[in-house]
């Protein structure tokens, strides 16, 4: 292959990347927030992305889910009736023709309905109110929404995958080490590396790199595809493979948000916290999400992340290549594929408990404004 071509392919590996869509066909997200008086608004949404037209097992997934969304009869559905809620809404957004997401929303004045609510899944969920303090346990099972094709699916990627991740991190550390040695050249690396993440401006003044150097970047550009793979859905598949782990790991049925109506009474267990404490995350399990726990552990900053986290944005925003080539760099011994997997399966694992207190005034009156919809 020529010079010339093979210099194209350079630039097209990343727009081919960031034109892919790195969340997940399916999305769906749990909010669960606690009002003054110790009721709570549970709201479930499920996002149907576009399906790949050229996958007939994806198109015929997606099709699935939005005709339960359409006709009420997915999970959410059974979930929301166990509740028996005071209050319930539900909606559905279409783009062009097609259901594009499904949204429930209910108020339960019963703290024992709670339990109900995840009757059906592998979480023992308790929540009791006792002299004004109300506390919130979640303890996790085992996940058990994969079948055992999907487990096997998954057990056959951890294998591999593994090895990629290994592979990108000896990749990305050898250019950090020759950026240490070669600063002045960290400008044109990078730029050549996240080019189509670059101003026009920014693109058009970069220095062009010499061979030695266009062979490191392009070896990083296929060991970072590699890596992001994960989150892609393959041909002839309907789910990701980063979908697949958590339905092998991942007891939660959702992305769980808890927002709470004050600061928690106690330190919470378990949870990621946000919002000076009162918002409590429970993201749940899964590849992806492992090796995100990993960020800086080998390699910072880490170009994977950088790439994700753009494409997830929007992409639209062009990054500071001022900014990118002043940032520290560090890149430890790259490791090897069994001590990654021994890495990510201790983050596969959930919390054992998730726990928080917090006061409430069973005697106040919540608003309609509080609530955020009128009943």
């Known amino acids: 292959m020529s010079p010339n071509k093979l210099r194209l392919l350079a630039l097209l590996v990343p727009a081919l990347l960031l034109a892919a869509c790195f969340d997940p066909p399916v999305l769906e997200t749990l909010d669960l927030r606690f009002l003054r008086d110790g009721s709570f608004v549970v709201t479930s949404t499920v996002e149907v992305s576009d399906p790949d037209r050229a996958n007939p097992a994806l198109v015929r997934r997606l099709a699935q889910v939005r005709q339960e969304i359409e006709a009420g009869s997915d999970a959410w559905g059974g979930r929301f009736a166990a509740l028996e809620p005071v209050a319930e809404r539900f909606a559905w957004e279409k783009q062009l023709g097609e259901i594009h997401q499904g949204t429930r929303a209910a108020v339960a004045d019963e703290p024992k309905k709670l339990r109900a609510f995840f009757g059906d899944t592998s979480l023992d969920v308790t929540y009791e109110i006792r002299d004004g303090i109300a506390e919130l346990t979640i303890a996790p099972g085992p ?218 005034q069973p005697e106040a009156e919540v608003t309609a404004e509080e609530i955020g919809w009128t009943p």
């Open 143 to 360: 996940a058990s929404r994969a079948t055992r094709r999907q487990r096997d699916l998954v057990e056959t990627t951890q294998e591999t995958w593994s090895g990629d991740v290994a592979a990108y991190l000896k990749e990305a550390g050898d250019l950090w080490s020759y950026l240490d040695e070669h600063p002045e050249r960290a400008r044109p690396c990078l730029g050549t590396l996240f080019n189509d993440l670059l101003t026009d401006e920014a693109r058009a003044a970069l220095e062009p790199l010499d061979k030695e150097e266009q062979e490191r970047i392009d070896h990083l550009e296929e060991a970072m595809e590699k890596v992001m793979a994960v989150l892609l859905v393959p041909e002839g598949e309907d789910h990701a493979p980063d979908e697949l782990s958590h339905l092998v790991y991942d007891p939660f049925p959702a992305r769980l948000t808890v927002r709470l109506p004050g600061p928690p009474h106690e330190e919470p267990e378990g949870f990621a916290v946000a919002e000076g404490g009162k918002t409590l995350i429970a993201a749940g399990p899964g590849l992806w999400e492992a090796l995100r726990s990993l960020e800086g552990r080998w390699l910072a900053p880490d170009p994977v992340f950088l790439y994700v986290l753009h494409n997830r944005k929007g992409g639209k925003e062009p990054i500071d290549l001022d900014a990118l080539v002043a940032t520290p760099r560090r890149a430890e011994p790259a490791p090897a594929a069994d001590e990654v997997w021994q890495a990510l399966e201790e983050r596969l694992r959930p919390a054992p408990l998730y726990r928080v207190t917090f006061a409430v």
